[in-house]
């Protein structure tokens, strides 16, 4: 028995050895695959290559399922589309796929993917009048974008119901993280959405505060690009007072340089960026910076009512909540990448909470769209 675990263990240690990734070895590339999967995954891509059955899948499948009856449906899609893409229903569903897949050293990343999609009666940002005059373009509402899903399939999104539905949808990810420290031994990662957890248009707002910050940034330095710690607090004082004949020594200006983040070598941030994720502080007292021409402290944005700081307080305990189970487990999160517009706030909490929660290892992770330019 030893001697066959051995050899078990040796050849297991062979398919590591062997990985290619170059990917031109497709010998190595489908050795996990059985015929039928790859013959399954040819007539999937070729079917899914008419946009006629693409833009129409909803109807297909809700015909689909009256005329054949659950059951046959259901045993259809898994042999087929449902096969292609999804693990399994549950833990014990899973299981079987994760460790074929880990016996040739792919590791997983679980996803439970059944949110819905936005409603085209819900496909508005409820928000749009506030968002009508602000003054950086690529944070504007845009009827065209919002409204594409009635012709074109797009990704998946969570539509912001009600505070109870994040609460349901952070259980939802709770129960992933079990499933991946049961089902993958400590290697799997579990991902999750920001937009499943809290009002999307308050991540829109916080988008447009980092684009507002690198503008206002970059009027008082002169400076195109605005790296973390690209210029010292001595250097920013001294621009205020001889570009904007702003007095330093004013005790609101004195108030926001005190405020200001700075690193290990005293170079500085504009903000202090952790009180994003820090339960005791506000938003509105967070964004708040000297106006060029009086030198009084105003808000970056509009204020947030005190319905918006909760919600942005109860998004932000969600992620904490999820973070320390995922710690407990010794499960690695990963943050799901979204829609270009939320990514500077899903970017900025994110990294927030990697300095908080990855001291001693890696928990949180960080998704980058390499697709993009």
Request: hydrophobic content about 40%.
């Amino acid at each position: 028995n030893g001697q066959r675990t051995l050899s078990a263990v040796d050849s297991r240690k062979n398919y590591y050895d062997k990985l290619d990734t170059t990917f031109t070895n497709t010998e190595q590339a489908y050795r996990s695959k059985t015929t039928f999967e790859l013959i399954r995954a040819i007539a999937v891509l070729y079917v899914s290559s008419f946009d006629t059955l693409v833009y129409n899948h909803d109807k297909l499948l809700k015909w689909s399922r009256r005329l054949m009856g659950e059951r046959l449906f259901h045993m259809i899609m898994r042999l087929t589309f449902y096969g292609q893409f999804v693990a399994g229903k549950d833990e014990y569903d899973i299981k079987p796929v994760l460790d074929h897949l880990r016996s040739f050293g792919v590791k997983s990343i679980l996803d439970y993917s059944a949110e819905e999609d936005i409603e085209k009666k819900f496909d508005k940002i409820s928000d749009k009048q506030k968002f009508k005059d602000k003054s950086v373009k690529q944070y504007e509402y845009d009827d065209v974008v919002h409204g594409r899903r009635e012709y074109y399939p797009v990704a998946r999104t969570y539509f912001y119901m009600n505070e109870a539905q994040c609460e349901k949808n952070m259980d939802i990810f709770l129960r992933c993280i079990d499933v991946v420290a049961g089902a993958t031994h400590g290697t799997g990662f579990a991902a999750i959405k920001l937009t499943a957890l809290g009002r999307p248009e308050l991540l829109l707002q916080l988008s447009e505060v980092i684009a507002i910050t690198r503008k206002y940034f970059q009027q008082i330095t002169g400076q195109i690009s605005m790296g973390l710690g690209s210029i010292t607090p001595e250097e920013f004082q001294k621009q205020l007072d001889q570009r904007f004949n702003l007095n330093v020594e004013n005790p609101e200006i004195a108030a926001f340089l005190k405020r200001m983040d700075y690193d290990q070598r005293g170079l500085m941030n504009l903000f202090a960026w952790n009180g994003l994720i820090d339960m005791d502080t506000l938003i509105n007292d967070l964004f708040k910076v000297p106006n060029l021409r009086t030198g009084r402290l105003e808000m970056i944005i509009n204020a947030l009512n005190p319905e918006e700081e909760e919600m942005f307080r109860n998004m932000m305990r969600r992620m904490h909540t999820i973070a320390r189970a995922a710690t407990e487990r010794d499960v690695r999160v990963l943050i799901d990448a979204e829609q270009t517009y939320f990514q500077p706030a899903i970017n900025r909490i994110t990294l927030e909470l990697m300095r908080k929660y990855n001291k001693e290892k890696a928990i949180i992770f960080n998704t980058y769209q390499c697709y993009l330019k």
